[in-house]
């Protein structure tokens, strides 16, 4: 189905430029991190999107160490970290923006990763996530037919599986409301046809992609310590 298709598409980075263009501040310093910035592909995208009033100092957090050194070398001030079990090194209400781009579903510690980017957001910061969507099209047909849905196979990368809704009320629960949802790619059709059923069908389309805004402080340890869930949370 992959090779039929058109992957890149599974990105939206157009889609994350034009949330930065309409929402980030149209002026002065911008603090920017991406989590799980890879070489920086992501970031170097969004630079082109900001306000020619705007500076845009990049941020990232990345686990492979060649992968960091690309993006340090592309003018990224990158720290190695393991964002599941490591506090992130940077102080409280310091970025402007957050990216995290197809980086979500690989991990467990969703619940201490969102506290993790509250403290370091600013009230009214912006969070921009991208993820695969377990409800889209070609992943509702394989789910009839009985056949693992792609974006989260057991022989694979992802450990979690979001849908819109779902995705919205965890990062509610967190202190963050959305602004804008977006979709990208519509497997198994075409690139033309694919964009457009995108902006039709967006809850359907292969990758999701949320413009949040932080309002308040997380409460991540005290609804942990209600729920008392029978998994051993990091928190």
Do not use: W
Not at 21 to 43: E, F, W
Not at 56 to 62: A, I, P, R
Not at 79 to 85: C, D, G, L, Y
Request: charged share 20%; net charge positive.
């Amino acid at each position: 189905m992959r090779r039929a298709t058109n992957p890149i598409l599974n990105y939206g980075r157009e889609i994350i430029g034009n949330f930065i263009k309409k929402y980030a501040p149209p002026s002065g310093r911008i603090n920017i991190l991406d989590i799980g910035c890879g070489d920086g592909t992501d970031l170097l995208n969004s630079k082109k999107f900001i306000n020619d009033n705007a500076t845009m100092e990049m941020y990232g957090l990345e686990i492979d160490e060649k992968n960091a050194a690309i993006a340090q070398a592309n003018g990224i001030k990158t720290a190695v970290a393991n964002i599941e079990s490591d506090d992130f090194p940077f102080p409280d209400n310091f970025f402007d923006i957050i990216v995290m781009n197809q980086v979500l579903e690989h991990t467990k510690e969703i619940f201490f990763i969102a506290s993790e980017i509250n403290r370091i957001l600013k009230t009214d910061g912006l969070l921009i996530i991208g993820i695969p969507n377990l409800a889209s099209f070609h992943n509702r047909i394989l789910l009839l037919f009985g056949r693992q849905p792609t974006s989260i196979r057991t022989l694979g990368p992802h450990v979690r599986g979001f849908t819109k809704n779902d995705l919205v009320k965890f990062f509610n629960q967190n202190k963050f409301s959305l602004l804008k949802f977006a979709g990208a790619n519509f497997y198994p059709f075409p690139k033309a046809i694919a964009i457009l059923l995108s902006k039709l069908f967006p809850e359907a389309a292969v990758s999701n992609f949320f413009l949040f805004k932080k309002t308040g402080p997380a409460m991540t340890k005290e609804y942990l310590a209600e729920q008392h869930f029978e998994t051993n949370f990091k928190i």
